[in-house]
């Protein structure tokens, strides 16, 4: 039975994307994964998979004391990452990217362990940039990301066999939302949008107006449940959530925007840009100039109502996703790993 190692963290759009491949793996191969001690070890460890924890530094984009201490904590944690392969022994490692796939990555390389990475972004991260010539391939979600790299190969978008499976009728009655006014899926990522969250909140009479809304809130919170109106910090039933949604309003990660994508979903984009390396709007904006979805600026998040009724009204942007042809990368890349 072939041992494969997976890792990368820091956000949960590095581990779910694993964890569909994972789920897909876990009768015929033995599996276990490497962090750290952020939100990848509760999402994998309830997932019932081993989880070996490396304390790995992330750079922070300003400067701060805290860099400085990046060389030694990363030295550690090569180390520690190497300990572990040694032990273990695995025939593969394959990474999501982020700061906490490099120590396992970095030790395969080392050892002479065939390694993957998926990189989901139409930018490269920084760390996809260092791993790119430890490992057999790149795998990637945008084609044109892929002919970045030597040994890129663009497999599209790793996603959970589930989101596929959601019953419209069975959804509606789950949320007690009804069929005489569409249902607005609203997501801010695993720790939630803040600017998103507000906005919603502040805006929520008029929206209730026009929508039933679904309000996956993270961590950060947002108005209490009324008619019409269903707020979750979390929900592991995202099948049934995007079954329900007529149209979702998110943040431009990769990972997301594909599902919506890949489901038909006609989406409000407002990316992330304060604090981040712009992978967001990037991502974003791919998809808009391809009549694929609406982008509304943070700080244009005054106009959401409107923004969304455009959204509602608009026959191209449906007409372009039933036309699209993006679909879960799960298969393609589990067709890869039986070459290896």
């Given at each position: 039975?072939?041992?494969?190692?997976?890792?990368?963290?820091?956000?949960?759009?590095?581990?779910?994307?694993?964890?569909?491949?994972?789920?897909?793996?876990?009768?015929?191969?033995?599996?276990?994964?490497?962090?750290?001690?952020?939100?990848?070890?509760?999402?994998?460890?309830?997932?019932?998979?081993?989880?070996?924890?490396?304390?790995?530094?992330?750079?922070?984009?300003?400067?701060?004391?805290?860099?400085?201490?990046?060389?030694?904590?990363?030295?550690?944690?090569?180390?520690?990452?190497?300990?572990?392969?040694?032990?273990?022994?695995?025939?593969?490692?394959?990474?999501?990217?982020?700061?906490?796939?490099?120590?396992?990555?970095?030790?395969?390389?080392?050892?002479?362990?065939?390694?993957?990475?998926?990189?989901?972004?139409?930018?490269?991260?920084?760390?996809?940039k260092l791993l790119a010539k430890k490992c057999k391939y790149v795998l990637t979600s945008f084609p044109e990301t892929a002919k970045l790299f030597e040994n890129g190969v663009?497999?599209?978008?790793?996603?959970?066999?589930?989101?596929?499976?959601?019953?419209?009728?069975?959804?509606?009655?789950?949320?007690?939302?009804?069929?005489?006014?569409?249902?607005?899926?609203?997501?801010?990522?695993?720790?939630?949008?803040?600017?998103?969250?507000?906005?919603?909140?502040?805006?929520?009479?008029?929206?209730?107006?026009?929508?039933?809304?679904?309000?996956?809130?993270?961590?950060?919170?947002?108005?209490?449940?009324?008619?019409?109106?269903?707020?979750?910090?979390?929900?592991?039933?995202?099948?049934?959530?995007?079954?329900?949604?007529?149209?979702?309003?998110?943040?431009?990660?990769?990972?997301?925007?594909?599902?919506?994508?890949?489901?038909?979903?006609?989406?409000?984009?407002?990316?992330?840009?304060?604090?981040?390396?712009?992978?967001?709007?990037?991502?974003?904006?791919?998809?808009?100039?391809?009549?694929?979805?609406?982008?509304?600026?943070?700080?244009?998040?005054?106009?959401?109502?409107?923004?969304?009724?455009?959204?509602?009204?608009?026959?191209?942007?449906?007409?372009?996703?039933?036309?699209?042809?993006?679909?879960?990368?799960?298969?393609?890349?589990?067709?890869?790993?039986?070459?290896?």
């Open positions: 039975m072939k041992y494969i190692l997976f890792c990368g963290g820091g956000s949960a759009g590095h581990v779910v994307p694993n964890l569909a491949v994972m789920n897909e793996l876990k009768y015929s191969h033995k599996l276990a994964y490497m962090g750290t001690g952020g939100i990848e070890k509760t999402l994998v460890t309830n997932a019932g998979y081993p989880f070996f924890e490396v304390d790995c530094p992330k750079l922070v984009r300003s400067f701060t004391l805290e860099n400085c201490k990046i060389p030694a904590r990363l030295h550690a944690a090569k180390k520690r990452a190497t300990e572990i392969l040694e032990a273990e022994k695995p025939d593969l490692v394959f990474s999501k990217g982020g700061f906490a796939s490099y120590p396992a990555v970095w030790a395969a390389h080392k050892l002479n362990i065939p390694a993957l990475t998926h990189e989901s972004d139409f930018t490269p991260g920084l760390a996809t663009c497999v599209g978008s790793p996603m959970r066999k589930e989101l596929f499976r959601g019953d419209r009728q069975r959804a509606l009655k789950k949320y007690s939302f009804t069929e005489g006014k569409p249902v607005l899926l609203v997501l801010g990522g695993g720790s939630g949008s803040k600017a998103i969250n507000e906005a919603v909140e502040k805006r929520l009479p008029e929206l209730l107006k026009q929508w039933q809304i679904l309000h996956l809130t993270g961590k950060n919170g947002a108005c209490p449940a009324q008619e019409g109106y269903v707020p979750r910090e979390f929900e592991s039933d995202m099948g049934s959530a995007y079954a329900a949604a007529d149209c979702v309003l998110c943040r431009a990660g990769s990972n997301t925007v594909f599902e919506a994508l890949a489901l038909k979903k006609p989406a409000l984009l407002v990316p992330l840009e304060r604090g981040s390396r712009g992978d967001q709007l990037q991502n974003a904006l791919y998809f808009e100039k391809r009549g694929l979805c609406m982008i509304l600026r943070e700080a244009e998040l005054s106009a959401l109502p409107a923004a969304l009724s455009r959204l509602k009204k608009d026959d191209a942007l449906r007409f372009a996703l039933s036309a699209c042809e993006i679909k879960n990368g799960t298969p393609a890349i589990l067709e890869l790993i039986k070459t290896l």
